[in-house]
């Protein structure tokens, strides 16, 4: 039954109030299938997901999106959360219950069973995009000379108790490794856990969880240990717990450089108000800085009543700077979020995009000089055609490179800053050069036709 079928169907169950056959559909679905179905639904119907058997809702809250869990787990009792919190990993569990008001949260962990309510306040001490916010506790310390055999029994225990498999973590004489299941098992009889340990990279539990991501995909990592300040192991993240935080950071590099208020939820599944929200913010400040090109203008009203033509390749110069600097801007803050280039790199992608914003203006200019002159005289009046030419070709390359340079800089400086570069975005790098690039336009054309 595709997605759409079920939807629908659900939403006819719930008209006619027909809870048996509604309950044994629900039953016969995949968590994704539930978990689309209840993102789908309008509010009021979400509390389908109440009906649910407790260990089923463990594992569609998981693929729910961000509005329906923040609509559907407050209004939950504190016995109902606790119920299915017992079957998440304590991870997850403390992802969960970051959506709930902070006062609510000791409620709920009283239902839960101690050993795992320590887990989940402990983890509930992190901030959810740090390491620490997302690493995983289940893990277990061997010493080198350890024999394979007594750690697989241990493995196996550990295992059996917490339905999961732990990471194996060693401290040899070279700092500490891990060894992968795997390893464990094709092991010959009678060697140490010490032969087996492999490299493992390390990362302080504030690290932000985006350069956690880059790390292991630098290193080609499968896990790395969290630390304390004092080098002390505190948990283990695993790549594949990775790929919602991949997943989540490059939509919300997407959004931002669009200029939109991040989106948790499909396109079509969000409501109109949700996406209007999202989107005049951003617009509204943008609206505000462009109203400064008015400003702009109105400093060479006399340079316009004096030579119209002037006016009519505004755009022209206006868009090539936009264009330019929103190339730059989106080169650079891709390459920093894959790690490519740091604060410290300014200099060289500054030298390296001044070369390129001469190159790019030269043969923008070039083009421009072409067709201003080869403007009709009776739209250019008095001016000279060439020197018509000369001044649009030279603005279009220096309004190109002043683009160029501005969208380079910009995501650089908002992370020195302590800001995503991201929110450096096209629109935001658009709108600064269409101000100072009417500056650069008139200073030229008065200094060429008017001086």
């Known amino acids: 039954m595709q997605l759409s079928v079920l939807l629908e169907h659900v939403d006819a169950l719930l008209g006619q109030k027909d809870d048996v056959r509604l309950k044994s559909l629900l039953l016969s679905r995949t968590a994704q299938e539930l978990a689309h179905v209840i993102d789908g639904l309008e509010h009021g119907k979400r509390k389908t997901f109440a009906t649910l058997p407790p260990e089923l809702q463990a594992d569609v809250v998981l693929q729910m999106n961000t509005e329906s869990r923040q609509y559907i787990l407050p209004k939950l009792s504190d016995h109902a959360l606790a119920r299915f919190l017992h079957f998440m990993e304590e991870d997850n569990a403390a992802d969960t219950l970051q959506v709930l008001p902070e006062e609510r949260r000791p409620g709920v962990l009283q239902n839960i069973k101690p050993e795992k309510r320590v887990k989940i306040e402990k983890l509930l001490l992190f901030h959810p995009e740090t390491a620490g916010g997302i690493m995983d506790l289940n893990f277990i310390v061997a010493e080198p000379e350890t024999p394979v055999a007594a750690v697989i029994t241990i493995v196996k225990d550990h295992a059996r108790e917490h339905k999961q498999v732990p990471v194996v973590i060693v401290h040899g004489q070279k700092g500490a490794g891990w060894v992968p299941a795997r390893a464990l098992i094709s092991a010959a009889p009678g060697i140490t856990i010490g032969d087996l340990i492999r490299p493992m990279q390390a990362v302080n539990h504030t690290a932000d969880r985006e350069k956690v991501l880059a ?73 505000v800085a ?84 080869f403007t009709p005289q009776h739209v250019l009046g008095g001016i000279d055609r060439w020197v018509m030419g000369l001044v649009i070709g030279i603005s279009v390359a220096i309004i190109c490179l002043w683009g160029t340079l501005v969208g380079s800089m910009l995501p650089i400086f908002f992370r020195k800053m302590g800001f995503d570069p991201a929110y450096a975005s096209s629109p935001f790098v658009a709108t600064f050069v269409d101000v100072t690039g009417i500056v650069i336009y008139f200073s030229i054309a008065n200094a060429f036709i008017l001086g």
Not at 317 to 328: E, F, M
Not at 340 to 363: F, K, N, P, Q, S
């Open 215 to 287: 790390l292991m995909g630098k290193e080609n990592a499968d896990v790395v240990r969290v630390t304390d300040e004092h080098h002390k192991t505190l948990g283990v993240i695993h790549l594949h717990d990775l790929l919602r935080v991949a997943q989540a950071e490059a939509s919300e590099d997407v959004y931002r450089m669009g200029a939109v208020g991040l989106i948790d939820a499909s396109y079509l599944e969000s409501s109109f108000a949700t996406i209007w929200r999202k989107r005049v913010g951003w617009l509204s400040v943008l609206f």
């Open 290 to 373: 462009e109203l400064f090109t008015f400003t702009a203008l109105s400093r060479f009203e006399s340079s316009i009543a004096a030579v119209t033509a002037l006016a009519l390749f505004v755009p022209l110069c206006i868009s090539t700077g936009g264009n330019s600097g929103s190339q730059a801007a989106t080169l650079v803050t891709r390459a920093m979020a894959l790690g490519h280039i740091t604060t410290r790199d300014w200099w060289r992608v500054l030298r390296r995009e001044l070369m390129m914003g001469v190159a790019l203006g030269i043969a923008l200019g070039a083009v421009a000089f072409a067709r201003a002159s």
